[in-house]
């Protein structure tokens, strides 16, 4: 076994200790060395394997699959995957009961355990819901997380607007200052009931869904409500250039100004996906470069998700030019599967081909945006290391899959050869929550089973929502024709 360890290196690194162990007594880590370093009750082998601190994935999907189905349209077809402007004002529906819901989200949990992470900050699509999430939708899922050992960061999503494409085919928003008013007193709830909670596995988070989509009401109030009770707020913002022309328009200024003229701009403050600042060359005023030493002077975390981010086109520009400024940057799947490995290997594949550099971006910095990253923008220490002290959040990767070839250095083979699905053994606050590649009590054969059910309702309702009702034939064509 060779664990990763949070203890520096002169060049300020984590190092690598080969055929190591890890001691853990209750929910914290007591000794890390050579194997044999300490008397124990029970040895947990681990075998030909990475032990790593378990990953923190800050924008973690878990919901059934929709990146399957809306990140390769041509635009025609992409609009159709956005509400009408008709079904947001008259038919607007929930495709799934409170039950069902309940139920996508574990299997999103699930999914995370599976793949290596061991504390997530959920994120689950509106666009099956009749608006966005409920208090009660919350508390199911912090106790799905609590079954299954998952440390997470959540709260019910909320917003006062919806994106939806008008009967010309033009994007614009569709305002409800009601429905966003009751959001919010839903997540205010939330974070009261999740505070009141005596476990390290459930944490309240404000959870707004795009900036886009807050009235300044809902900006301030979510500003005042995360200063009043210092949790963290996630909002995704810097993400499409559509974003930015929507706030221009209502506030006269970019998003990024928005953001801290409310009061959110710090470092409580998580922003996925952070790629259209003011350099982007895609952005009108790219001859400017501010905005990322504003990032940086925040202290506001970047949740970069490169996968999901290149599967719509766009990437961080460039993971390398942001860290050198000094912004906080940690780690997201926001998309199915929720493989941080996968995710890490394609980031770090990007931010050589932006940049024409091959070292631009190691492995071992993408895996430190996961473990100590992320750790960082929680304002957890104990997290995200494996050193004496630190909370037992650990996962192993096998590293023995004849297919992923031979093995050189530890993370760049995991990264380079393998994926998420290594992962083989996982333990959170010093309880297993994998073994042996299983999680204790699921039947994940049924529930992937109900999942696939769920997922084809899903699909077959984008087309009660597309401004031209097209059928699902038509939306969602095959790869090829079938006969």
């Known amino acids: 076994m060779r664990a990763q360890n949070s203890r520096r290196g002169g060049a300020g690194s984590p190092v690598l200790l080969t055929d190591a162990e890890v001691v853990v007594e209750d929910s914290r880590i007591v000794a890390v060395g050579p194997r044999g370093t300490a008397q124990v009750d029970e040895v947990i082998e681990l075998g030909d394997a990475v032990l790593m601190p378990g990953l923190i994935d800050l924008d973690a999907l878990t919901d059934i699959d929709h990146t399957i189905l809306d990140s390769w349209q041509s635009r025609e077809l992409g609009l159709g995957l956005q509400w009408s402007r008709d079904y947001a004002t008259h038919r607007r529906r929930a495709v799934f009961d409170a039950e069902e819901r309940a139920f996508i989200r574990e299997f999103g949990f699930v999914q995370l355990l599976l793949h290596g992470v061991t504390t997530a900050m959920p994120i689950a699509s509106e666009v099956h819901s009749d608006w966005a999430e409920s208090y009660e939708d ?85 500003a005042a409500l995360a200063s009043r009770t210092d949790v963290l707020v996630r909002l995704h913002a810097l993400q499409g250039l559509h974003e930015r022309a929507f706030v221009f328009e209502r506030f006269g200024m970019p998003p990024l100004a928005v953001l801290e003229q409310v009061g959110l701009l710090g470092p409580n403050l998580l922003i996925p996906h952070g790629i259209y600042v003011d350099s982007n060359p895609h952005v009108d005023d790219a001859e400017t470069d501010a905005d990322i030493g504003t990032l940086a002077a925040s202290g506001a975390s970047i ?22 400024a000094g912004v906080r ?109 299983v999680i204790p009590g699921i039947d994940l054969t049924a529930m992937t089973r109900r999942a696939q059910t769920l997922f084809e309702r899903m699909r077959a309702a984008y087309a009660e929502r597309d401004y031209l009702r097209r059928p699902v034939s038509e939306l969602f064509p095959p790869s090829f024709p079938v006969r």
């Open 329 to 437: 940057i940690c780690l997201g799947t926001d998309s199915f599967p929720p493989d941080l490995v996968r995710g890490i290997d394609l980031g770090v594949t990007l931010t050589k081909v932006l940049t024409s550099r091959l070292d631009a971006a190691t492995y071992a910095d993408y895996v430190s945006a996961a473990t100590l990253g992320g750790a960082d923008a929680l304002h957890r220490p104990d997290l995200g290391r494996i050193e004496v002290g630190a909370t037992a959040d650990l996962v192993a990767f096998r590293l023995d899959d004849p297919r992923d070839g031979v093995l050189d250095d530890p993370l760049r083979t995991l990264c380079m050869n393998s994926s998420g699905r290594a992962a083989d053994f996982s333990m959170v606050a010093g309880r297993i929550t994998l073994r042996d590649g």
């Open 138 to 222: 919350a508390v199911a899922m912090a106790e799905a997380a609590r079954r299954l050992g998952l440390r997470v960061y959540l709260g019910p999503a909320y917003r006062s607007g919806v994106n939806v494409v008008d009967d010309d085919g033009t994007r614009s928003i569709y305002w409800n200052e009601e429905l966003g008013r009751s959001g919010f007193a839903d997540a205010a709830r939330f974070v009261e009931w999740a505070s009141a909670q005596d476990t390290d596995l459930v944490h309240p988070a404000l959870l707004p869904c795009r900036i886009e989509t807050l009235s300044e009401d809902l900006l301030h109030r979510t």
């Open 303 to 324: 949740v970069h998700c490169p996968l999901t981010s290149a599967r719509h086109g766009a990437a961080l520009d460039s993971f390398d030019r942001y860290r050198a």
